[in-house]
């Protein structure tokens, strides 16, 4: 699928998500009890649909010629897991004192605390292309990293629901995200060959069950006849997830391109989309689980669910400029490494 597809297609998703919640022609579907059950559906059966799907479309061989740059999996991993939370932990601190809806602040915490997602950052990073292969590698490792390291920076940060003990949401976690995705890679064994040869729409399957999720969370947060989201906090927010991609992006690019960087143009491509993206379909499944029992779950999610578009809609506008500076840079490097010829007397 092409960037362009992809752009649309994400943009469609949420919209089609937004204009049916909100305008609530189904009451009560996305409440405990509805027609389509979430508490079941979505709780396990969706969830563990995603990471099956994942571990059966992963081609874990293609991460082994990245598996050595060990340097820069570092960087990503550190940046994204460590260094975008603390930031915007600390970012919030500030924001604390203004107007601005606090669930939604907590919800941009959580958008800092995901993992780096499977799909878009390797799409802009080809697009670009960048170190693909590094792309891949850090997306893939970032996901199963986030398994355990997201969940535990949500309950450092923001706590958890009372009435859903520690080990109950790593027991669940395991059994619906990590036991589906060694299957998926199971079976993936198996059926090599067949799946290369029919090539199975994964990325659609994810996405419908991805709709379906999203779906259900907005009919929550829509069916509370107490909910409090204003216009201003939203506008706000939305800014503020714009302003901060742009302001990281930037961050990692000076950081990968000092004098004193091993990175190539190419690796840099890929640490300035892999370090700054964010996954939602890891996200969303994960906070139903952590949070599962919060009033105001769905205002949480809000901000992860406007960050995912907004990454790829900011990536694709900037896939040109930063190709033309990749293509530049690299000509520069390779005339500086070529021997001089010498000068006769």
């Known amino acids: 699928m092409g960037l362009l597809e992809r752009l649309r297609k994400e943009w469609f998703i949420l919209g089609i998500v937004l204009v049916i919640a909100v305008a609530r022609l189904e009451p009560g579907v996305g409440v405990k009890g509805g027609p389509l059950k979430p508490e079941i559906t979505i709780t396990y059966v969706a969830v563990s649909a995603i990471f099956l799907n994942s571990g059966l479309s992963l081609k874990t061989e293609e991460l082994t010629s990245a598996l050595m740059h060990v340097k820069l999996h570092l960087f990503v991993q550190i940046f994204t897991l460590v260094f975008f939370p603390t930031a915007i932990w600390v970012f919030l601190q500030l924001l604390s004192i203004t107007p601005i809806n606090e669930w939604l602040l907590k919800g941009l915490q959580t958008v800092g605390c995901m993992p780096p997602p499977v799909s878009s950052a390797v799409i802009l ?45 790593f027991s669940q976690l395991f059994m619906t995200v990590v036991v ?137 506008l900037l896939v040109p400029t930063i190709k033309s500076w990749m293509v530049s840079r690299q000509k520069a490097l390779k005339l500086t490494r070529q021997p001089k010829a010498p000068v006769k007397v």
């Open 125 to 169: 990073t080809k697009a670009v292309g960048g170190n693909e292969a590094a792309a891949i590698f850090n997306s893939a490792f970032g996901s199963f990293l986030g398994i355990v390291i997201t969940p535990l920076l949500l309950l450092l940060f923001l706590g958890s629901s009372s009435s859903v003990p520690f080990t109950s949401i």
């Open 180 to 316: 589906p995705l060694i299957i998926g890679q199971i079976v993936r064994r198996y059926i090599k060959d067949w799946l290369e040869r029919k090539k199975p729409p994964f990325g659609a399957i994810s996405s419908c069950v991805l709709l379906m999720i999203i779906y259900t969370t907005f009919c929550d947060t829509f069916a509370n006849p107490n909910i409090d989201l204003d216009k201003f906090s939203l506008i706000i927010i939305v800014f503020i997830i714009f302003s901060v991609q742009m302001s990281f992006m930037f961050l990692t690019f000076l950081f990968s391109t000092r004098n004193n960087s091993t990175f190539t143009p190419a690796d840099t491509v890929a640490i300035v989309f892999c370090s700054t993206h964010k996954s939602l379909t890891l996200g969303i499944p994960m906070l139903k689980i952590v949070f599962a029992g919060y009033e105001h779950l769905s205002l949480i999610s809000v901000p992860l669910l406007i960050y995912h578009p907004a990454q790829i809609l900011l990536g694709s």
